[in-house]
């Protein structure tokens, strides 16, 4: 069974930092995709950023400059090093992977982990 387990969320003040984990285990033959979503209460999910197996990258607008997304492919995890955090980033944030059991890739999303950001 694939699972994906994050950690790393937590509480910080405005102008902080924080770095999220996503580590994805179980029996698969590859991960594609990876990526970051958010969701507040009452709204839909965003996306905050996304990475390749190449490691080609895409960010919302609202974090571009203050978030980095990257990955270890050798380790199955993924990373999203928030900076300059302000109180508007307070959400739940989903991991997401697109992986591929055998012939077939499905979407995978973690449990979510709570950042809150205190102005």
């Known amino acids: 069974q694939v699972q994906l387990v994050e950690s790393g969320g937590g509480l910080v003040q405005a102008g902080g930092s924080l770095r999220l984990s996503c580590a994805a285990s179980?029996?698969?033959?590859?991960?594609?995709?990876m990526g970051w979503y958010r969701q507040t209460p009452g709204k839909q999910r965003e996306l905050v950023a996304t990475?390749?197996?190449?490691?080609?990258?895409n960010y919302a607008d609202s974090v571009k400059g203050r978030f980095t997304i990257s990955r270890d492919n050798a380790a199955n995890t993924v990373y999203l090093q928030m900076n300059s955090l302000k109180p508007e980033d307070t959400a739940v944030y989903y991991c997401?992977?697109?992986?591929?059991?055998?012939?077939?890739?499905?979407?995978?999303w973690g449990q979510g982990t709570q950042v809150t950001v205190s102005s």
């Open positions: 997401n992977a697109d992986i591929r059991i055998r012939v077939f890739v499905d979407h995978y």
């Open positions: 179980g029996s698969f033959a590859s991960i594609n995709a």
């Open positions: 990475i390749t197996s190449g490691s080609a990258t």
